[in-house]
Structure formats: structure tokens, C-alpha cells
């Protein structure tokens, strides 16, 4: 079945540092892919998505391309705010269907000053 | 901006009781979701729902669960005699069709707490 891999949390970083958290999903087909925010005590919000191989997803400085040949799509910001703070999930929708969301198992990043 | 609308925002219940977690999706949309959070845990999908009727279902959604919407704005998730493992986040989202391209609208949640 469909699933998705995000690399363990959590992550603290400094201001201004990049980021990245990686993503790797399994799919038959040709998935959509997502990346949601969850801010501490908030729901879920769409951050980024791409819909198709090699397209960019990109909001509020974070960006991930869709790499079908490796199976990824890694999320990346050039420098982060303390704003920037939550909880991150990688997701992937099937081509058909109900179109139910895969969720990876979230990464919990801190942003120090 | 619209928004999907979950009540109550946390609730606490007595194990064997049963409990309605309330969702307004967005008005014009046609697909709704139920998903759950266990603390700590990824976020797992429950049902889906589509034309008034279950369009898939994960393992976890068992005859304990139900889904209703009973006009034309609400959209609920009963769970009929709740278990101790039922204590999670559980989001409410919607789809104003199939494809992903105009993707999901999550609400807020409801933290259900079986005691």
C-alpha cells in the first residue's frame, strides 16, 4: 500500500539556519504530494503541494520538489524564523480514488532566537 | 477565508459512552473526511463520504463508527460505546472534488479524552 517516510524528530535549529526535512513515499501510480503544518494547538494547514514529477511546491519561503526518481519530496526554507515552529507532515494522495490522505509520522521542529 | 468548522474543540467522556463530534465543512465542497491524531502519533485516515453515502474506510473505522450528515452543513462522527484508545485528536476535513489539485481544508480538531 501507499506510505509515507519522514526523518525522525525532532529538529532544533537556530535562526536564520536552513532546513531541510526529508520525505520518501511508496505509491502505485502517481501521486499527489503534500506538506502540512501543525502549529502547537492548532489543526492542520496545507504548507506546499505538487501534483506532478518535477513540479515545486513553494509557500512562505519553503519549497519541495516533487522527484519522482527518488521517490522524494524533500521540504526546504533557506532560513528560518522562530516562527517557524511546529510540527511538519509529509502526505500523498492517490491518482484515483477518494483521494484519503497518507500521512508520514510528522517532524517536530523547534526554532531557537 | 472559509473555513471547516469542528465543535466541540475538546471533549471528555466515560468509557462505554457514546460520543457526536461535530464538522460544518465548507459549503460548496462535496468530499469529507474524518481523520484521527493518537498524541504523538501520525495522523490516520477514518472514512470518507461522498453523495450521502461511506466511499472508503480504513481497519480502524469499525461498527463502533458511524457517519452522518444529516442537512445540508453538518457532517458527524459518532462513536457508539468509546474505549479508552479512542482518546485522540480528531480532524474533520474537506474536498471540493476528486482532484487534489484544490486539496483538503482540515479543521481544528476535536481532542477527545475517554476516561
Partial sequence: GNSVTQMEGPVTLSEEAFLTINCTYTATGYPSLFWYVQYPGEGLQLLLKATKADDKG????FEATYRKETTSFHLEKGSVQVSDSA????????SQGAQKLVFGQGTRLTINP | EPEVT?????QVTQMGQEVI????????HLYFYWYRQILGQKVEFLVSFYNNE???KSEI???QFSVERP???????KIRSTKLEDSAMYFCASNLDSFTDYGYTFGSGTRLTVV
Avoid at chain 2, 463530534?21 to 460548496?28: A, F, K, M, T
Fill in chain 1, 58 to 61: 513553494s509557500n512562505k519561503g
Fill in chain 1, 87 to 94: 510540527v511538519y507532515f509529509c502526505a500523498l494522495s492517490a
Fill in chain 2, 6 to 10: 469542528q465543535t466541540p474543540s475538546h
Fill in chain 2, 21 to 28: 463530534l461535530r464538522c460544518v465543512p465548507i459549503s460548496n
Fill in chain 2, 54 to 56: 461511506i466511499s472508503e
Fill in chain 2, 61 to 63: 473505522f469499525d461498527d
Fill in chain 2, 71 to 77: 442537512d445540508g452543513s453538518n457532517f458527524t462522527l
